[in-house]
């Protein structure tokens, strides 16, 4: 019984030391473009929170993505929230992590550097609590490696009575006019689908110096466990997202184009084809991130830019528009 444990660990370490398959080879872009002066080998990202370089590495070359876009990072090492964190929902999930995160200084010694290493385009996600927290965050990440910065205004935020900044304009142009002259880097706001006017708080943001805009961050949701009455999640609501959210997400790039004409936009929710890629495009998106459905398939971003990739062939007039960093709208 012993010699056979032996045999079975040895066998495992064995399988987990061979080269993964990679499901998706090297690939030459016909249709870049070009997000806040930073050029993308294509249209297609990976959401924060929701890649792995380690487990999606194993399947394809990360390189190949227009960008990738790492979890939330503070200032230092987040714990999260307790479990339960995560609840299905139909066509959807609902999760309230908590930005677990091992902090900027982890980030900048491991996480940032593999990924310059592997030659990814590096989108770093700053999360925090506080107005602090950002901008201790952003005064590490000025001199980094990566290529562009997004802040996440979606955090609940202490100095702002618990609410996330992203709901407040005021409080969002207070933030950004503290990050903003801490870094030349390119900088992304990602904006929050919980408001009542998205254009109101994309312009605010535009106002405070935001390079780019990313959209939309999940929605609030919950779940309730019929045999106890209870929420499903401890933390009682999370973030929604996945296919449920696609059409919240579309609206939300359609109305800040239209409210702001000649900012860059990322659109980002419910994309899990080359076909709503596309949608996001044709609705005045740069570019679009894939998220909810890279956590059920982790070759979800390379193959939905591959996907539109093949769409784009046969849309010059939109690839024309992209490859110079315009829109359609």
């Not at 998706?24 to 930073?38: L, M, N």
């Not at 010694?109 to 590096?122: N, S």
């Not at 110096?209 to 949701?221: F, K, P, Q, R």
């Not at 939905?304 to 939109?318: F, G, K, N, S, Y």
């Amino acid at each position: 019984m012993g010699q056979q444990v032996r045999e079975d660990t040895v066998n495992i370490e064995q399988e987990r030391n061979e080269t993964p398959t990679n499901l998706y080879a090297p690939h030459e872009w016909r249709h870049g473009t070009v997000v806040a002066g930073v050029p993308w080998k294509n249209p297609v990202g990976t959401a924060s929170g929701t890649f792995n370089v380690d487990a999606c590495g194993q399947f394809y070359d990360v390189a190949q993505l227009g960008s990738v876009t790492t979890k939330g990072v503070s200032p230092v090492e987040w714990l999260g929230n307790p479990g339960v964190r995560t609840a299905e929902s139909p066509a959807g999930t609902v999760n309230a992590v908590g930005l677990q995160n091992p902090g900027v200084d982890h980030y900048l010694e491991y996480d940032l550097p593999k990924l310059k290493g592997l030659g990814a385009t590096v989108i770093a996600n700053v999360a925090g609590h506080c107005d602090d927290d950002y901008a201790q965050v952003v005064e590490k990440l000025a001199a980094s490696d990566a290529d562009m910065l997004e802040i996440n205004v979606s955090c609940p935020n202490v100095t702002h009575g618990g609410m996330s900044v992203g709901t407040d304009p005021v409080a969002l142009g207070r933030l950004m006019d503290r990050l903003r002259p801490m870094t030349d880097k390119p900088m992304i706001v990602k904006l929050t689908p919980n408001v009542t006017d998205i254009a109101a708080i994309a312009r605010a943001a535009a106002e405070g110096g935001a390079d780019c805009l990313s959209m939309i961050n999940t929605l609030v949701g919950m779940r309730i466990d019929i045999r106890t009455g209870e929420p499903i999640i401890a933390n009682r609501t999370g973030g929604v997202s996945g296919p449920c959210v696609f059409p919240v997400g579309l609206a939300c790039v359609w109305r800040v184009r239209a409210a702001l004409p000649d900012i860059p936009i990322i659109g980002i929710g419910g994309i899990d084809s080359g076909e709503k890629a596309l949608e996001y495009l044709y609705a005045g998106a740069n570019a679009v991130e894939v998220g909810g459905a890279a956590l059920y398939d982790p070759t979800a971003p390379i193959r939905v830019a591959r996907e539109l990739e093949e769409l784009l062939d046969a849309r010059p007039e939109l690839t024309e528009k992209l490859a110079k960093g315009d829109t359609w709208r």
